[in-house]
């Protein structure tokens, strides 16, 4: 799979950026708006009945359905989101300055402080550091005050009936339904981001059928309610099920020596701790990062921004996003809820993130100009950050992959 790796999009958690993003989506006039909603609802309807004799067929009952499109609408926030979420992007030292800021902070150590016996036990059962689960209840709702209120039945509908990924959206309709029909919930109640992600620590509908669990006992996976007890148990059954390894950190910040091979970074590159100290990797304190398994060097920012040691619960936690920023997110604000200091590196603050557009170019330049980046997408992967590499080897820059705004100008 590819992997946002340098910039991140809106692969994010609607309502984690929602805590902490000031950037907005394209707006459009009211009058295009209304036009949308008048001529698509016509086809929305019609879709719809197509889509009962699916649903029947995967054991919804009609009940169910008749429950669940009594007010469901076609939703034009989801669609214009969906259209245009790709188009906008932020540095990773800007989402870390909103995912890890001094308010989140102390808002995640008064969370844990305030439900501290709740997540011990979590953390008992489970095995996962209430410190991470407490982050990621902060990236995902700002710890539970923003859940996001958008009817799912209509946004998963809609999305499934106009949007780009209709196959995907309609399976997670189906099983929103199948959470319904369960009775853990009721169409009025059941509320999330215009993607479809629900609760406290926003998990798809499909995520909740496989990990979802009832931790009060009452016979309900009650992700929604005010009480957050089980969707906080979910997210740790959920990290526990990937092989979450209590104690093993996700990262560690290091330095790099001078002359270091920037080909090593990444993570297809794993090494002990002994054999990166071996090559004069050290921690902020110029100490040895102690064993914790097989590690790779990340640098999300390149030779002039921080970089990581990263092990295997830095995996577990692309379980819940891909993106290498929310994962360094939810680790530095455990980390930060833990006590631990900010990270000491600098940033190189005067770059600023590609647009969509500009991805694409830097992709269709490098690949005119010899350096292959397998498709034009916009998607900055491994093979995207390997051309850039062999471009910056070739004119004599320091290959560390990273595709900035200087990279595009030397290319065009």
């Known amino acids: 799979m590819k992997k946002t790796i340098l910039f991140l999009a809106a692969a994010l958690p609607v309502s984690a950026l929602a805590a902490g993003d000031t950037s907005e989506p394209d707006h459009r006039s009211s009058a295009a708006g209304a036009v949308i909603q008048v001529t698509a609802n016509q086809g929305f309807d019609q879709w719809i009945k197509g889509f009962r004799a699916r649903a029947i067929a995967e054991g919804i009952r009609a009940d169910t359905l008749d429950a669940a499109f009594r007010d469901a609408s076609y939703s034009t926030t989801a669609i214009e989101r969906d259209r245009h979420q790709n188009e906008f992007t932020k540095t990773i030292w800007d989402y870390l300055d909103s995912a890890a800021s001094e308010v989140r902070v102390a808002n995640g150590k008064a969370a844990l402080a305030k439900h501290r016996a709740l997540l011990e036990k979590i953390e008992q059962t489970y095995g996962v550091e209430k410190e991470i689960v407490t982050a990621i209840w902060g990236l995902e709702s700002a710890y539970g005050t923003f ?3 958008d009817p799912l039945i209509s946004s998963l509908a809609t999305l499934a009936y106009d949007g780009r990924r209709g196959a995907f959206f309609e399976g997670q309709l189906i099983d929103a339904l199948k959470i319904l029909q369960a009775g853990d919930t009721d169409a009025r109640h ?5 993607a479809g992600a629900m609760g406290h620590t926003q998990f798809m509908p499909s995520s909740y059928l496989a990990y979802a669990v009832d931790f009060t006992g009452d016979g309900k996976r009650d992700i929604w309610s005010d009480d957050p007890a089980d969707a906080l148990a979910s997210t740790a059954a959920y990290l526990a099920h990937f092989g979450w390894t209590k104690g093993q950190p996700w990262g560690v910040e290091v330095r790099v020596p001078e002359g270091f091979d920037y080909a090593l970074t990444g993570e297809r590159v794993t090494k002990s701790a002994a054999g990166w100290a071996a ?20 640098m999300p920012a390149g030779a002039r921004g921080a970089a990581f040691m990263i092990f295997e619960n830095f995996h577990v936690l692309e379980r819940y996003n891909t993106a ?3 994962v360094i997110g939810v680790g530095h604000l455990a980390d930060r809820i833990a006590g631990g200091p900010p990270i000491k590196a600098e940033w190189p603050r005067e770059d600023r993130a590609l647009l969509l557009a500009e991805r694409q170019e830097l992709q269709d330049r490098l690949t005119r100009a ?12 491994p093979n995207t950050i390997a051309a850039v590499r062999a471009f910056q080897r ?3 820059l320091v290959p560390d992959g990273y595709a900035s705004l200087d990279i595009l100008k030397r290319l065009r």
Request: proline share 2%; aromatic share 6%; net charge negative.
């Open 324 to 326: 290498d920023a929310y």
């Open 279 to 298: 090559l004069g990797i050290r921690d902020m304190d110029g100490g040895r990062v102690g064993d914790h398994g097989p590690a790779s060097i990340l």
């Open 394 to 396: 070739a004119k004599g």
């Open 190 to 194: 059941m509320t999330g981001s215009w």
């Open 147 to 149: 859940r996001g209120s």
């Open 370 to 381: 010899g350096f292959d980046t397998q498709g034009v997408d916009g998607k900055i992967g």
